[in-house]
């Protein structure tokens, strides 16, 4: 489980394909103290288990369900991914639940700076659209984000300076591919009434 705020960016140096996955390492200083191999890392809002690891460096497997669902298969050697460590209970909790378990990707369509924001506007597909709603969280590659206007095939999120300095989110641009989760709460609830 996650809360949604990035602790720190890494950088992939290395992408090795397998039979059955693709191993991908990332560079990141002073972030693996504690962390040991089997624990959690988000990379990107993608739950990934750590499979090996040294001082500043570690390596994480996509399987063909993780590939195919997130933007983890548009990694290329130098990419720069979101990071946060799984949380631990008594923590505390910042942003909102976060699981790692991505819905779906999006297109960003557009993108609107001014001094106190950026707006960032990005495709929603049919079947995502009943769990977003104004002023609801959204996870937009792994960062937890309100989220600030809904159409009908697109919704838009407010970013603020310290988060945009903080995140790869600053790097968007249009046709850009993001991992999208819904609020967990949200999924649950829509569960519920469409079994009713």
């Given at each position: 489980m996650f809360t949604g705020i990035i602790q720190k960016q890494g950088k992939i140096t290395a992408i090795k394909k397998t039979k059955k996955a693709v191993s991908f390492e990332v560079e990141i200083e002073k972030f693996l103290k504690d962390i040991k191999?089997?624990?959690?890392?988000?990379?990107?809002?993608?739950?990934?288990?750590?499979?090996?690891?040294?001082?500043?460096?570690f390596i994480f497997d996509a399987m063909e369900e993780t590939l195919k669902k997130t933007n983890i298969k548009n990694l290329k050697k130098g990419s720069i991914v979101n990071?946060?460590?799984s949380i631990k209970w008594n923590e505390k909790i910042d942003g909102h639940f976060v699981q790692?378990?991505?819905?779906?990707?999006?297109?960003?369509?557009?993108?609107?700076?001014?001094?106190?924001?950026?707006?960032?506007?990005?495709?929603?597909?049919?079947?995502?659209?009943?769990?977003?709603?104004?002023?609801?969280?959204?996870s937009i590659n792994g960062v937890s984000l309100t989220i600030s206007d809904v159409e009908d095939k697109n919704f838009s999120v407010d970013i603020i300076p310290h988060t945009l300095k903080n995140t790869n989110l600053s790097k968007l641009k249009k046709n850009d591919i993001v991992n999208i989760e819904a609020d967990m709460i949200a999924r649950y609830l829509h569960k519920i009434i469409s079994t009713k």
């Open positions: 191999k089997g624990d959690s890392i988000a990379v990107n809002g993608v739950c990934t288990t750590v499979v090996d690891l040294d001082k500043n460096k990071l946060e460590k790692g378990h991505i819905d779906e990707t999006g297109k960003i369509l557009k993108t609107k700076n001014d001094q106190r924001r950026t707006r960032i506007t990005i495709s929603l597909s049919k079947e995502m659209k009943p769990f977003v709603a104004y002023k609801g969280s959204i």
